[in-house]
């Protein structure tokens, strides 16, 4: 219960810092910081969730379920700021198909966002079978979105 009720927290606090983070984004330059370094933050959870399943890292379930967790949450973060005109332009590897077709964006977001949710849950769960499973799952969602909408 004490989980759920956490889970409850986190994506209200979520929620309200998402206007707040759009608020904020008086150029285009902000947008594009903010959401470089929130996926700098995916990247490197990821990252180390992915040196577990590789095994290049002793499986630590309790580190597992924390860095999913984070991962699922910061995978909430960056689509909005993906949205604002001009931000395919400068320090970006956005591409402006982005812009131009947002709704098969957002889907893409979502995507990502519900394999994210289900790697958490999977850690959750303490049994790496279920981690290294969902981690594929997790990675092609990733990858589709990269593959589309990311310029290399």
Same mark, same amino acid.
């Given at each position: 219960?004490?989980?759920?009720? *956490?889970?409850?927290?986190?994506?209200?606090?979520?929620? &309200?810092?998402?206007?707040?983070?759009?608020?904020?984004?008086?150029? $285009?330059?902000?947008?594009?910081?903010?959401?470089?370094?929130?996926?700098?933050?995916?990247?490197?959870?990821?990252?180390?969730?992915?040196?577990?399943?590789?095994?290049?890292?002793?499986?630590?379930?309790?580190?597992?379920?924390?860095?999913?967790?984070?991962?699922?949450?910061?995978?909430?973060? $960056?689509?909005?700021?993906?949205?604002?005109?001009?931000?395919?332009? *400068?320090?970006?590897? @956005?591409? $402006?198909?982005?812009?131009?077709?947002?709704?098969?964006?957002?889907?893409?977001?979502?995507? @990502?966002? @519900?394999?994210?949710?289900?790697?958490?849950?999977?850690?959750?769960? *303490?049994?790496?079978?279920?981690?290294?499973?969902?981690?594929?799952?997790?990675?092609? &969602?990733?990858?589709?979105?990269?593959?589309?909408?990311? &310029?290399?």
């Amino acid at each position: 219960m004490q989980r759920i009720f *956490g889970w409850v927290v986190s994506g209200a606090v979520v929620i &309200s810092l998402f206007g707040v983070a759009y608020a904020q984004f008086a150029k $285009p330059e902000q947008a594009i910081a903010y959401r470089r370094a929130t996926m700098t933050l995916i990247g490197d959870h990821f990252g180390r969730i992915g040196a577990v399943v590789k095994g290049d890292k002793q499986y630590d379930p309790k580190e597992t379920e924390q860095n999913a967790t984070l991962l699922a949450t910061l995978a909430t973060l $960056p689509w909005d700021a993906f949205t604002i005109a001009d931000t395919d332009k *400068g320090e970006t590897h @956005m591409k $402006p198909e982005v812009l131009k077709d947002k709704e098969a964006f957002r889907k893409a977001a979502d995507d @990502m966002q @519900m394999e994210t949710a289900k790697l958490a849950e999977a850690a959750d769960k *303490g049994e790496l079978a279920a981690v290294k499973s969902q981690f594929g799952a997790t990675a092609k &969602s990733c990858k589709a979105c990269h593959d589309r909408y990311r &310029s290399h």
